[in-house]
């Protein structure tokens, strides 16, 4: 705890954690008082909060002179970089206080995360990632996760505003339909990074899938999307409450696959589980 506490109060990714605090505190109080300078607030610092986590991204690529994407701190803070400029685009457009104070909360959960798996020196790259795949593999993949993120919790939304016994409002529709097209652009961005991948490990180990477990739970969770998108084609499947469970349900087994495959007892079977900091792949 003492050094999740220096942490937080002494880099930048730990800035960066505060002003997403921040701009959440600031949601919450708009919600409460409804008072609009609190939501513009809470927007400001949201972007200010995203620009910190982007600029200390950009620090710690220029002083170790490579991507800060290998270590499991590291994709933290990715992550966290890539809800944030998610979240404040949607929240530009759609002048949501709900997009911005979810998107808040889970680049705050990220950036948390990270904190208490803080990487001070990370150790070079090893072969195979010093690849012209690696990054657009990395940053395909995360942006392909803000945007199942930001589905899901729209879908959140959706569900509770038609929950049982109480009449949806008209924006409701219009709400689910928001959902299903962010999650359509996720699955692109996901299916690229997936074919980035296998292209990579083609050019790295000789072969394009190993089913490395990992690998195998990617592919699962990918096959669960593309699954959603055939039932989808039934337009009175798609608008109903069954459609609008999926997007919760594939966020969390993106999370399982990105963090919790480490505790299954095939983990050590893995070349890219997280173990500690480091990881020898990111997928």
């Known amino acids: 705890m003492p050094s999740f506490v220096h942490h937080l109060f002494q880099t930048p990714f730990g800035i960066g954690a ?6 959440l505190v600031a949601s919450g109080l708009a919600f409460v008082t409804g008072r609009r300078a609190l939501d513009r607030a809470s927007f400001a610092t949201f ?6 986590n982007l600029g200390a991204i950009g620090q710690r690529w220029i002083a170790f002179g490579q991507p800060p994407f290998r270590s499991l701190f590291e994709s933290m803070t990715l992550l966290g970089a890539c809800l944030g400029l998610l ?5 530009a457009l759609y002048r949501s206080r709900a997009l911005t104070t979810g998107m808040s909360a889970a680049a705050l959960s990220a950036l948390a995360f990270a904190l ?3 990487d001070a020196t990370p150790s070079l790259l090893p072969p195979a990632l010093r690849s012209v795949w690696f990054i657009p593999h990395v940053v395909l993949y995360f942006f392909g996760y803000a945007f199942l993120a930001l589905s899901a ?11 049982a016994g109480h009449r949806p409002p008209p924006s409701s529709r219009d709400l689910w339909t928001l959902a299903d097209q962010t999650l359509r652009l996720g699955f692109v961005l996901m299916s690229f990074a997936l074919v980035i991948g296998s292209v990579w490990a083609k050019s790295a180990w000789g072969d394009y899938w190993t089913w490395d477990p990992k690998e195998n739970w990617a592919l699962a969770t990918w096959l669960f999307y593309a699954a959603y998108l055939c039932l989808s084609r039934r337009a009175a499947w798609r608008h109903s409450r069954a459609a609008a469970f999926f997007p919760p349900t594939g966020l969390l087994l993106i999370l399982f696959t990105y963090l919790g495959m480490g505790l299954l007892p095939t983990a050590d079977e893995s070349a890219h589980v997280y173990l500690q900091t480091e990881t020898s792949q990111t997928r």
């Open 18 to 23: 505060l002003l997403y605090l921040a701009s």
């Open 47 to 52: 972007a200010a909060a995203v620009l910190v």
């Open 87 to 91: 979240g404040i685009a949607f929240a």
């Open 116 to 118: 208490t798996r803080f």
């Open 153 to 163: 919790l729209i879908a959140i939304l959706h569900l509770w505003r038609t929950r």
